[in-house]
Every structure is written in structure tokens, then in C-alpha cells.
């Protein structure tokens, strides 16, 4: 389950940025995560429960936003949401398709004391 090891690459490097700061706290985390990313939600949500006991995020609000996937089509330029890696266009079918959102995984921000 690779989601265990991104709930601790991102505990690392919260840890990483308070300590950057001199924080004791960290009170908040925001995350941004692509619905395309390949990461199965519930399992990441337990994995996060898990990584961040004893650690200095053990009592931080985490808040996730899950972001939807869209593409831009190659071939007549339409943009449209897209569900599924692969997924062709909606107005011409051709599968020329850059996902331009939906595969993110990021730390927005970070709130320590």
C-alpha cells in the first residue's frame, strides 16, 4: 500500500518545514489531491491516522481537497472533465488528451505555532 509511504513523505516534510521555523505545533495541514493521482482516498486517510501519532502533526486538522480530473483535447482543443486516465474527448473522440488537472499531490499549506 504506497499510500502509507506518501502519509510519511508528507509527515517528513511538514516536520521538516516546523522545525525550519521553530515551531513546537503544527496546528494545520492542507492538502490538494488529484482524483486521477492514483491514490485510493480511504486508504490514505487511515494511513495519515496512523503516520501522524507521536509525531508533531498528532493533534494537527488535516484538510484535504480533492481535485477533479479535466483535459484539454489535442486535437480540437475542448476542455472537459475527465474521469478515468484515458478517458477520449468528449466532443470529437480522439484520445489525444493532456490531463491538465486531477493528478496533484501537494502540501498547499501549513499552519504551525
Known amino acids: 500500500m504506497h ?5 510519511q513523505g508528507i509527515v517528513e516534510l511538514v516536520e521538516k518545514q516546523a522545525k525550519a521555523h ?3 505545533v503544527v496546528e494545520e ?3 490538494e489531491i488529484g482524483r486521477l493521482a492514483g491514490i485510493e482516498l480511504y486508504s490514505f486517510v487511515f494511513a ?4 501522524v501519532k507521536d509525531t508533531i502533526l ?4 488535516i484538510i484535504r481537497h480533492d481535485i477533479d480530473g479535466e ?6 482543443g475542448n476542455v472537459f ?3 478515468q486516465l484515458f478517458d477520449p474527448c468528449l ?4 484520445y489525444a488528451v493532456k490531463l491538465v488537472k486531477g493528478t496533484e499531490l501537494r502540501v498547499k499549506s501549513i499552519v504551525v505555532k
Do not use: F, H, T
Open 58 to 61: 498528532a493533534k494537527a486538522r
Open 71 to 76: 483535459g484539454r483535447c489535442g486535437d480540437c
Open 81 to 83: 472533465p475527465v474521469q
Open 91 to 94: 466532443q470529437c473522440g480522439s
Open 3 to 7: 499510500e502509507v509511504s506518501i502519509a
Open 22 to 24: 521553530q515551531a513546537s
Open 48 to 51: 495519515m491516522e496512523s503516520v
Open 29 to 31: 495541514v492542507e492538502l
